[in-house]
């Protein structure tokens, strides 16, 4: 069974993606992670972010352990240098290059193939895994995803201010939606959430109720 979490900055996917592969035991697939760890390798490297895909080749050692959520550069564990809204907002540029979308999403589907997943992203439910059984498109408002995100950032040890965070992420999920090949849109036979003031828990029961009901 293939399970696409969609859903802009803040939205609260990683959270509930995850709880619902924990629940479901069900492998857990953070797409936005890979972005995000190319834009890091491509800052370090002073690459372009159009000319992302070197980051695959060698020299430049990257090790994606997708399955267990980690990321090693150089063999070293990079994974928590990966959240900040610095590198969200490089990881969003590389995110318009469509070689890049189209090489990356081919690297998705051949780790998941027949198997099952829960995959969490931006197009997770349109391009990704089109078939997938289940497809989830959660929102939020826009000051809710920034409080959660400034929260989960200042938790992380990170200094951090609401208005910069809020400006980052409103101009992140612009670039998304206006990138003109691959824009960021929820699938067409997705259900919406809105999870503005409903808890992770309620979320995540009704996404188990939408498996229930379908599968
Ligand atoms: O989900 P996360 O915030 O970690 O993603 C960082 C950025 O990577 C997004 O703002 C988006 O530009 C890009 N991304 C994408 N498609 C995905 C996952 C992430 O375009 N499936």
Redesign the pocket.
Known sequence: MKIAIDGP?GCGKSTVAKEVSKRLNIPYLN???V??ATAYVCVKEGIEPDDALRVFEKPFEVKLDVAKTEVFYRGEEITDRLSSEDV?NV??QI?TVPAFRERINQYFRALVGDGSVVAE????GTHIFPDAEIKVFLTASEEERARRRYEQLKAQGMEVDFESVLKAIVE?DQR?RDRPLYP?RPAEDAVLIDTTGVSVEEVVERVLKLVEERV
């Not at 992203?121 to 997770?124: E, I, K, M, Q």
């Open positions: 900055a797409t936005g992670l972005y995000r969200g990881a969003s995110a992203g931006r197009d997770a992140r998304d960021f």
